[in-house]
């Protein structure tokens, strides 16, 4: 089975990110950074081109500018979801949509 990557442009040189690697994604109006297990890569794109070579199926828009890697969620506290060290802001329009994927298939108990 392989493992799914991407290739981005970022400080002149052609990088291969792997897409199990990428914790979140976050936008800065033309530029993108991907914030990964071990770095971040600063590359001129935007978060919709992104999206579109994204296809795996753990990666969440959660934000206007910021898309997720469900895989590393490891808590929700009100409007924010905890990955890494990071602190991920959900949009009030999002939220529900967001909580419907990645809690009601996989949470035990009364929430």
Known sequence: ???KY???KSDKLLKKINLNDILFIESLENYVIIHTVSS???V???LKYI???L???NFLQVHRSYVINSCYVKSIEGNLINIGTAKVPISRNQKEHVLNVLINSK???KL
């Open 1 to 3: 089975n392989k493992e």
């Open 40 to 42: 971040k890569e600063i």
């Open 55 to 57: 296809s795996s199926e």
């Open 51 to 53: 999206l579109e070579s």
């Open 6 to 8: 991407i290739f981005v």
């Open 107 to 109: 949470s035990l108990g």
């Open 44 to 46: 001129y794109t935007t």
